[in-house]
């Protein structure tokens, strides 16, 4: 069974708040390159999960797609990962 969408990005969000130091700042989050396969929140769970659990799993269980891991890899190589966190924190607080 998957979990839904409003789990992943509650998981997404403590994520970020853990990853909160990963960045300098240099784009805004309304710049992100989001879109029907890439979410903020996907994109921060994807950073949490390269570093902490097996990121090709989490592909094949859909917490994630392989846009958000892609683009999570280039937060992290492009120090903008604060950005997606702040994106993802302002769809929450959308819903």
């Known amino acids: 069974m998957s979990p839904s969408r409003p789990l992943v990005a509650a998981v997404a969000l403590a994520a970020g708040l853990a990853l909160a130091g990963c960045s300098n700042g240099v ?12 979410s903020a929140e996907g994109v921060v769970l994807a950073a949490l999960l390269l570093s ?6 989490a592909v094949a269980e ?34």
């Not at 784009?27 to 890439?38: I, M, Q």
């Not at 902490?52 to 799993?57: C, F, H, P, Y």
């Open 52 to 57: 902490t659990a097996d990121i090709e799993a």
């Open 27 to 38: 784009s805004s989050a309304h710049d992100l390159p989001v879109s029907d396969s890439v």
């Open 62 to 95: 859909g917490l994630v797609t392989p846009d958000e891991v892609d683009q999570a890899r280039q937060a992290i190589e492009g120090d903008t990962l604060a950005e997606w966190r702040d994106l993802a924190e302002e769809n929450a607080n959308d819903r």
